[in-house]
């Protein structure tokens, strides 16, 4: 009898840690497939210390990016050059580099490579509802280094079924001490058009 028990309880346990890795390696398709549409929008919430900014940041892979409404301003960035619209102002100036690598670093097949080294744990939640379509859930542990800066992650990925993209990311972030959520609402565009400002 005790060994019909072990039995079970190593297969229970084998069952689960091939359950982790299969949801771990759907996670990473779907954002292997965000960054294969090649043009998408992100509608972005964060909020931190009791405040929520919203900004939309669409991007055109691999080089075209426009941020909307950030709490730096608004900022786009093409192949010939970048630009920033500082809060209050009417007029373009360049962009400060540390924000043009930034943002290039978002949108890169490398900082897909870190996301995912940085996942410890992924697992399934099973279907869930999201505007009235079944998508299915993941919850991701995860520690990401982003230019100097470390945070531990948790977050909820919702995934359609039918392309395995991504439509939602609900973070709660650490990261110096300070504590975020943050919701990515993800829409696909194929004839997205990204224009240099000036």
Sequence with gaps: MKT???SALLIALAS????HADAKEDVFKAWDAMLAAKSYSTRIATTMDGN???QVFDVI???HARSTGGPMGDLVLTPKGAWLKAPGQASWAPAPEFMVTLTRQLMSPEFIAKAKAGVTEAKSL???DLRGSQVQAYEIQQTLNLMGIQSQNTTRLLVDPKSGRPLRQEIDATAMGKASHVVHDITYVPDLK???PM
């Design 52 to 54: 929520t900014t919203t």
């Design 126 to 128: 099973g279907l869930e």
């Design 16 to 19: 689960a840690g091939n359950a």
């Design 194 to 196: 990204i224009d240099a």
């Design 4 to 6: 019909l028990v072990f």
């Design 61 to 63: 892979v691999p080089d």
